[in-house]
């Protein structure tokens, strides 16, 4: 294997099945070395046959065969020159240099060290998110401990052999993640141990046995890691290092220390999310089953248009999934033709994706697939969906008011941990961007998934599953503009198939604000860009009226505030500015109807 590198088709399943047509080209190089092979095989044979059938005949007449000289000439021949080209032959080695060279050039195609490491993690992922048994993995099943009926069950399932299991466990141990490598490497030793070797084999059964047995060591069972180490000494009994490593368990288990207990239970290792892990995974393992929500009359299904005349032959349909934080389901959302050309479009521009590291961006373990950004430009399919969006959620997401539309391929065990979509400090890359805080999400779903995938609210307590061509909408900030802590979420692990998502993040921008203060009452303070704002000789002329004749109604401020809206919507922080006024308001005119008219406004 190569050192280090930069391996990222474990990230994506597109990537990897690419990696498909990659090995069936190697299989077409690998068919004509062996079709050469057979042909130098066959020569091979046909010379053996007939120096065999020498032996089994003159050779064996009861005359002298050496009398003949012409049999002897042929001896003398054989001996000095067939068989030095039979023995010495360049053609083996032409066979094995061509399909060598075959597979050099097809190498920056084929997976890195990283991908198989990254491959080994995703499985590791699926077994603890999941919490399935590794024993029923290896045999191709996703079985959880808790449970013996499959999680999926495969119409057409693959086994591990004894190596895969070894490399597995090898990466874990590399990392001195001793709890996975304990497990892999035992199924690795079990199945070692009823296979002969085999020469594509990178692991033996003295490797896993040696690497298990330092495992258990490192976790603080000695009593197996001296059992094992003795069953190692069987199969290499001049290994000086295991011998003495053998004396050191046996001193150990005569002290009588108590952490060399045999009954000791293994720990996960701790994680970046350890406190909602627990959550996380329970509401990955539901499958976005949600058994209570029917009891909620809050939550329904119904076609809605949001009072636009675009939806009224043909409304949305729509699934309230939570009133908090607000999460909507909008099934059907686009069609399968439209949903092919996305992924087509965004074939090419497939990247690792990346997530905010300090004033940075860098990849990270914790966010597994690949990304690309596509603009209106890139197919008219993008710009309808664009206008389909506004439609059904009433936001503005042309840019800059919100973010190109941004499609994601999850790779092998992808997922995303529990995160926001939102900015939770002021040093975030959005701002740096001048591109605002996000204000909502929208999640398209490209791809039908047949397990896991599913989006997990941490906080919230529920999860949804892929429901293909359908999005997920919600809010993730406050009408005040601050976070909402309940939009924790986390793409859940994918068990078995090729997840394909799409996102659009509707922003607010940040302004540099001056006081404009005592327009009504000395508390109120109103913050705005410019004083010569028409939103500001707005609010002037409104707070002026209310100051003069210490009145208004609903029919005096209502279509102000439609103005307002409309105006900060396509240009400023609307939210922002509504949610002062809306205090002012209420400052000015302290009527429960009043209050109760702007919310409803």
């Not at 490598?181 to 141990?193: G, T």
């Not at 069972?221 to 003795?230: C, D, E, G, M, T």
Request: hydrophobic fraction near 40%; glycine fraction near 6%.
């Amino acid at each position: 294997m190569p050192d280090e590198s930069f391996g990222e088709m474990f990230t994506s399943m597109l990537s990897v099945n690419q990696a498909v047509s990659a090995e069936r080209k190697l299989i077409d190089h690998l068919i004509i070395y062996i079709e050469h092979e057979a042909q130098r095989l066959e020569d091979i044979k046909r010379f053996f046959s007939r120096v065999t059938s020498l032996h089994d005949g003159i050779y064996n007449e009861p005359s002298d065969p050496i009398a003949n000289p012409i049999a002897a000439f042929k001896l003398v021949k054989r001996l000095k020159s067939e068989w030095l080209n039979v023995v010495h032959s360049t053609e083996a080695e032409e066979n094995i240099k061509v399909l060598r060279e075959d597979y050099r050039r097809m190498e920056s195609s084929l997976p890195k060290l990283e991908d198989l490491r990254g491959a080994a993690h995703g499985l590791m992922r699926l077994q603890d998110v999941y919490n399935l048994h590794v024993e029923s993995l290896v045999r191709g099943h996703f079985q959880q401990i808790s449970d013996p009926v499959d999680f999926y069950k495969l119409s057409v399932s693959d086994m591990l052999s004894g190596d895969d299991c070894f490399l597995v466990g090898k990466v874990a141990y590399d990392l001195e993640d001793y709890y996975h490598s304990v497990l892999w490497f035992e199924e690795a030793v079990r199945l070692f141990r009823g296979t002969e070797w085999s020469p594509e084999n990178e692991g033996t059964l003295e490797d896993a046995l040696d690497h298990l047995a330092f495992s258990h060591f490192k976790t603080g069972n000695i009593s197996h890691a001296l059992s094992l180490s003795r069953e190692l000494l069987l199969h290499d009994p001049m290994n000086r290092r295991v011998h003495f490593n053998v004396e050191k368990y046996e001193k150990l288990l005569n002290e009588n220390l108590p952490a060399t207990s045999s009954g000791l239970t293994l720990k996960r290792p701790d994680g970046i999310y350890l406190r909602t892990r627990n959550a996380y995974e329970q509401l990955c393992q539901t499958k976005g089953s949600q058994p209570k929500h029917f009891e909620n009359p809050s939550l329904f299904c119904d076609y809605f248009t949001n009072g636009s005349p675009a939806l009224f032959l043909q409304p949305i349909r729509r699934e309230i999934i939570s009133l908090q934080p607000y999460v909507v389901l909008f099934h059907g959302f686009v069609t399968q033709a439209e949903a092919k050309n996305i992924r087509k479009y965004a074939m090419p521009g497939l990247r690792r994706s990346v997530v905010a590291s300090g004033m940075n961006q860098a990849t990270a373990e914790y966010r597994i697939s690949k990304s690309a950004w596509l603009k209106e430009s890139a197919h008219e399919v993008v710009g309808k969906l664009d206008q389909r969006i506004t439609l059904v959620t009433g936001l503005n997401v042309q840019p800059p008011y919100a973010e190109y539309l941004q499609v994601v391929n999850y790779g092998i065990g992808g997922h995303y941990e529990p995160h926001f979509d939102h900015a939770t400090s002021d040093s975030s890359p959005l701002y740096r961007l001048k591109t605002g805080n996000r204000v909502a999400t929208i999640m398209i779903y490209l791809s039908p998934v047949q397990a896991g995938g599913s989006t997990a609210f941490i906080y919230a307590n529920f999860s949804v599953p892929v429901v293909q061509n359908a999005a997920l909408f919600w809010w993730n900030l406050h009408k005040n503009g601050q976070g909402n802590v309940d939009t924790l979420h986390a793409g859940c692990p994918v068990i078995v198939g090729n997840k394909w998502g799409m996102f659009k993040n509707k922003n607010f921008h940040k302004v540099t604000c001056t006081a404009v203060t005592n327009i009504v009452h000395p508390k109120i303070i109103i913050l705005s860009s410019s004083t010569h704002s028409p939103l500001v000789q707005i609010l002037f002329k409104f707070f002026s009226y209310v100051q003069h004749n210490r009145t208004y109604t609903e029919e005096w401020w209502k279509p102000l505030l439609y103005i307002l809206y409309f105006d900060l919507y396509n240009g400023c922080q609307w939210l922002l500015f509504f949610n002062i006024l809306q205090k002012i308001l209420f400052c000015l005119h302290p009527k429960k109807e009043t209050h109760k008219s702007l919310e409803l406004f």
